[in-house]
């Protein structure tokens, strides 16, 4: 639920209206709706996380087979 706009007062004693904060699903990243981003990124980071599980396998397989000394002697 968006909040309302509340005065703010200067040092001088004057008020000011401050823009009343946009709700979550109003915020916007780079003209794309909030959820829409997040669910973006989300899918992105999932990818991401599962190419990185099989690489740990594949450097895991490296050490265990003893290549990773052949590589570097």
Do not use: C
């Amino acid at each position: 639920m968006a909040r309302k706009a509340k005065p703010n007062r200067t040092k001088q004693g004057n008020t000011r209206t401050l823009p009343a904060p946009q709700s979550e699903v109003t915020r916007q990243a780079g003209g794309v709706p909030f959820k829409e981003k997040m669910a973006e990124l989300s899918a992105e980071l999932y990818e991401q996380m599962a190419e990185a599980e099989e690489l740990d396998k594949v450097i895991k397989r490296i050490y265990k087979t003893g290549i990773w000394s052949l590589i570097h002697e």
